[in-house]
């Protein structure tokens, strides 16, 4: 089959590889029908995130039809010929964190779970094409994937809902979603939200739908702050304003945003001495984020305030604000999404007309186009705002 | 724990011995079990650790001595109670399903078996050993018999974890690997850091009992490998490949767990 492979840092390709096989007795083999490059896949795009081999095969977001399943997965569940939306977090629906509906932190499905315990303490969740670290599962930029404990994650799909309206079910959407319900929005509330890429964008939408009065966007990018407008946002463009932080003080009566939401993560755009510090350690791999949003969200929140955090972090940050965290008395929520706990709501969100995903989709190309469009994503060439992949565009299939 | 075995614990380990582990211990002696144990001989080395007092004494005399003992020590919650873990763990048949350095146990009586332990390359130890005490539900002691080639003391003691989450497993193995040959392989599968080898089976158990089977990406589909990686991979002794039979072993294990 077609895969997507990391071949290095900047360095994708699209492989031919055997065919993905049933290795545990929960496994189910999907054929894939659409699947998407994500922001986190640029930061393996950009050779930031540690414990990558080459030939790994990336991708997260994938949805498809089911054409095997293991001898351990419960029928009832899922069968043979079911359309599925995947999701990125791979959970075995049976531990501790499973029950407590920590879906993203379930104890049992990392096989690698002593690289991410030297790490973090403990390890998360597998995930799909993210790091041997994080478990060294093939991804679904290709044409099957084999996901384990089926009978878990994937989300049964009705007939009749084009892929690209409910794809997104597989992280993005439900990323955005949890990004604002950490926000803890109460009636009346101003979120202030960086990042307008595809999780700002879902965290913008959520927001409103959980109940905010007010959202504001902040990108340089004035194509994905017109989507953000789109929604109801009001906009900064960070690199026409002298500070972002005082900006808010003022668009708030001196009050500041009640949450402020990091949708940006370990590659953030940001000037003056600490961009210059944080990007030399970044380049010498001695710190691979660059947190200089997460500092300006915690400095502009107001007091008492939360600071929700679905951007990814991989280790270790400086010069983090801690006086103002502590002083202000905040709250940080964060978390890779809990997927499990928000896919079957959201979708019922789409079936009712609430949202339509797919106003996020800017590129459809054949799989085969996708080592270029990672550049394009990632340099947002070409009002790049989502790309989704169509593993079979050809029509040929690719024997190994 | 007297104050006496606290310090003899110390002295004997130092590093090794911390505080909390001493803590371990004392959960573990309080639990009852070892007290009732009583104290073993042991003909050639005199040590009898399947008692508490025992290690204890046992860790006091080795301080000083050219061999060292390695030992392994974890924990676990695992979420089934403690009469399903006791279960699963008193038929030592199953204990391969989840310890990879393990190749067999085959019973060969009611309290007696015998161990085969597989290294790189494919070198084996055997040992036959025996239960030192078992009460149901809560603790089981084995040791290996006199005249083995190495010594090998293990503990594994249940507990109810709190508010219904479960039974938290406690492990310790003590292996005293004789000068030579066998003592270099069993060495060698036990890695520098036997207790970091430990938490990678309790976790695989862990997987077993809870997911009905052990998380892997052995046999899956990937392009091309740079050279190099294999070749480290082949050489890391920290994760000795054990061969093909991953697959067999994991339904298997399903098959036992269920
Ligand atoms: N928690 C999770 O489970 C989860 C899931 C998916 C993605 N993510 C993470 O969310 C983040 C965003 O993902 P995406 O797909 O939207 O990526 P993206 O790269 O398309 O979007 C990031 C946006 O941030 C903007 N940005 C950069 N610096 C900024 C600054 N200083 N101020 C304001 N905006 C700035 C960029 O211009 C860009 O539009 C990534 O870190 C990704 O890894 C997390
Ligand atoms: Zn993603
Ligand atoms: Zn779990």
């Known amino acids: ?400 | 724990m007297s104050e006496a075995a606290r310090i003899h614990l110390k002295n004997a380990q130092g590093r090794h011995y911390r505080a909390a582990t001493a803590f371990r211990w004392g959960a573990l002696i309080t639990g009852g079990a070892l007290a009732l144990i009583g104290l073993s001989k042991r003909s050639k080395s005199g040590v009898a650790i399947a008692t508490a007092g025992g290690l204890l004494s046992y860790a006091g005399a080795k301080a000083g001595a050219k061999q060292r003992d390695l030992i392994a020590r974890s924990s676990i919650l695992l979420n089934c109670t403690p009469e399903q873990a006791y279960q699963f763990w008193s038929k030592f048949e199953n204990l391969p399903l989840f310890m990879r350095h393990l190749e067999s146990v085959t019973l060969l009586g009611d309290t007696r078996s015998r161990w085969t332990a597989i290294g790189p390359l494919g070198k084996r130890v055997i040992w036959d050993a025996e239960i030192a005490f078992d009460r149901k539900d809560d603790v089981i002691a084995w040791r290996s018999l006199p005249d083995s080639e190495i010594y090998v003391d293990g503990i594994v003691k249940f507990r109810n974890a709190p508010a219904n989450r479960g039974t938290i497993i406690t492990v310790v193995v003590v292996y005293q690997p004789p000068a030579g040959a066998i003592g270099g392989v069993l060495s060698r599968i036990l890695g520098k850091d036997p207790s970091f080898m430990m938490r990678q089976d309790l976790r695989r158990l862990k997987a077993l009992i809870e997911a009905g089977e052990i998380p892997t990406v052995e046999g899956q589909s990937h392009g091309p490998r740079s050279s190099v990686a294999a070749f480290a991979r082949v050489l890391n002794p920290d994760d000795p490949i054990k061969g093909e039979g991953n697959l067999t072993d994991i339904a298997n294990a399903r098959r036992r767990a269920s």
């Not at chain 1, 960070?238 to 009640?258: A, H, R, S």
């Open chain 1, 1 to 400: 089959m077609k895969a997507v492979c990391w071949m290095g840092t900047e360095k994708m390709t699209v492989e031919n590889v055997p065919d993905p096989k049933i290795l545990n007795p929960r496994d189910a083999i999907v054929r894939i029908t659409s699947t998407c490059i994500c922001g986190s896949d640029l930061h393996l795009y950009n050779g930031l995130m540690p414990t990558m081999e080459q030939g790994d095969i990336m991708g997260h977001e994938f949805m498809g039809e089911v054409v095997e399943i293991g001898a351990g997965v419960d029928r009832e569940k899922l069968k043979v010929g079911d359309r599925v939306v995947v999701p990125f977090t791979i959970a075995c629906g049976r531990c501790f964190f499973c029950q407590q509906q920590l879906w993203s932190c379930c104890d049992n499905s990392n096989p690698n779970y002593w690289i991410a315990e030297k790490l973090m303490g403990y390890s998360p969740s597998g995930l799909f094409g993210y790091t041997h670290m994080l478990g060294g599962y093939a991804g679904g930029q290709a044409q099957y994937a084999r996901v384990p404990f089926a009978d878990v994650g994937p989300l049964r799909i009705p007939a009749g809902i084009p892929d690209e309206q409910v794809v997104f079910l597989s992280d993005i959407f439900p990323t955005g979603y949890m990004g604002a319900e950490n926000c803890n929005i109460q009636p009346g509330d101003t979120v202030a939200i960086w990042g307008c890429g595809p999780v700002g964008q879902f965290a913008i939408r959520s927001a409103f739908l959980l109940g905010a009065e007010r959202v504001i966007a902040i990108d340089r990018f004035d194509y994905r702050l017109q989507l953000a407008e789109q929604a109801g946002a009001e906009i900064i463009n960070y690199e026409e304003v002298d500070d972002v932080v005082q900006l808010l003080k003022d668009m708030t009566g001196n009050i500041g945003p009640d949450a402020c939401m990091d949708a940006v993560g370990m590659e953030a755009h940001y000037s003056g001495p600490m961009w210059a510090i944080d990007r030399t350690k970044q380049v010498l791999k001695m710190q691979p984020d660059r947190p200089g949003v997460l500092r300006q969200a915690i400095m502009a929140c107001r007091k008492g305030g939360t600071v929700s955090v679905p951007g990814v972090y991989g280790g270790f940050i400086d010069k983090m604000p801690m006086g103002a965290y502590v002083n202000k008395g905040l709250t940080m929520k964060t978390g890779q999404t809990h997927m499990m706990r928000y896919m079957k709501p959201l979708l019922e969100l789409i079936q009712g007309g609430k949202i339509d995903p797919s106003f996020v989709v800017s590129h459809r190309v054949p799989i085969d186009k996708a080592p270029e469009m990672y550049k394009v994503f990632r340099d947002k060439k070409d009002h790049c705002t989502k790309v989704v992949l169509d593993p079979w565009a050809d029509g040929v299939r690719v024997a190994a």
